[in-house]
């Protein structure tokens, strides 16, 4: 699987942005795409995670109630819509995949898109 992300930007606290991430390659086995970020100084940490059939989906607790993750079929792109947030949300995203089942842990994740940063300013 190949992995684009796209949509990162500067937005102030409180603001919204939505990041992509299209899939190509071998998107017909069953496979699960997740965002992951990574701060200056900081591991990489899961964010969210949602298998291709949309049956099985995973969000962090601190994000919990303001991110929320969603995938177009049709255009092979998982979406995470990031709401009200905080400037302890600026980082690298990225999104990655695995097929299987949805897990959290990075080590699990074989496929990997380029990153796009998100920067918020109080």
């Known amino acids: 699987v190949q992995l684009q992300a796209s949509g990162g930007g500067s937005v102030q606290t409180g603001g919204s942005l939505r990041l992509s991430c299209a899939a190509s390659g071998r998107t017909n086995s069953p496979y699960v795409v997740g965002w992951f970020r990574q701060a200056p100084g900081k591991e990489r940490e899961f964010v969210a995670a949602m298998a291709w059939s949309a049956d099985s989906a995973s969000i962090a607790d601190s994000v919990k109630g303001r991110f929320t993750i969603s995938r177009d079929g049709a255009k092979n792109t998982v979406y995470l819509q990031m709401s009200t947030l905080k400037p302890e949300d600026t980082a690298v995203y990225y999104c990655?995949?695995?097929?299987?089942?949805?897990?959290?842990?990075?080590?699990?994740?074989?496929?990997w898109g380029q990153g796009t940063l998100v920067t918020v300013s109080s």
């Open positions: 990655a995949a695995r097929y299987g089942r949805v897990l959290q842990f990075v080590r699990y994740y074989s496929y």
